[in-house]
């Protein structure tokens, strides 16, 4: 069982940052696949970023170039540095995890844990 806790969010201004962090539990957190989601109001949730167990790195394309996704294994912590924020990042952000290999790092179906969610507000 991995407990995700997020943290990290609150209210910026258009052009400002912000770092989400996501803490996790158990021993074997670098053998895991993890991302990052966020949800509007009335919206589904859609797939920001994630990191495999490899390193390698995915983004949505809407954030691709203001955000950067970053995981350390010693800390059993994955960070999203969110930069450049608008309004339309406006969302309450979740933290997902899972050991199984992916086709679709996009896909939320395969994520066995998450979080509670961090709130991230973008004022204009």
């Known amino acids: 069982q991995v407990q995700l806790v997020e943290s990290g969010g609150g209210l910026v201004q258009a052009g400002g940052s912000l770092r989400l962090s996501c803490a996790a539990s158990?021993?074997?957190?670098?053998?895991?696949?993890m991302a990052w989601f966020s949800q509007a109001p009335g919206k589904e949730r859609e797939f920001v970023a994630a990191?495999?167990?490899?390193?390698?790195?995915y983004y949505r394309n809407f954030v691709r170039g203001r955000f950067t996704i970053s995981r350390d294994n010693a800390k059993n912590t994955v960070y999203l540095q969110m930069n450049d924020l608008i309004p339309e990042d406006t969302a309450v952000y979740f933290c997902?995890?899972?050991?199984?290999?992916?086709?679709?790092?996009?896909?939320?179906?395969?994520?066995?844990?998450w979080g509670q969610g961090t709130q991230v507000t973008v004022s204009s």
């Open positions: 997902a995890a899972t050991a199984s290999s992916l086709n679709y790092y996009s896909d939320s179906d395969p994520y066995d844990y």
């Open positions: 158990g021993p074997t957190f670098s053998n895991y696949n």
């Open positions: 990191i495999a167990w490899s390193l390698d790195t």
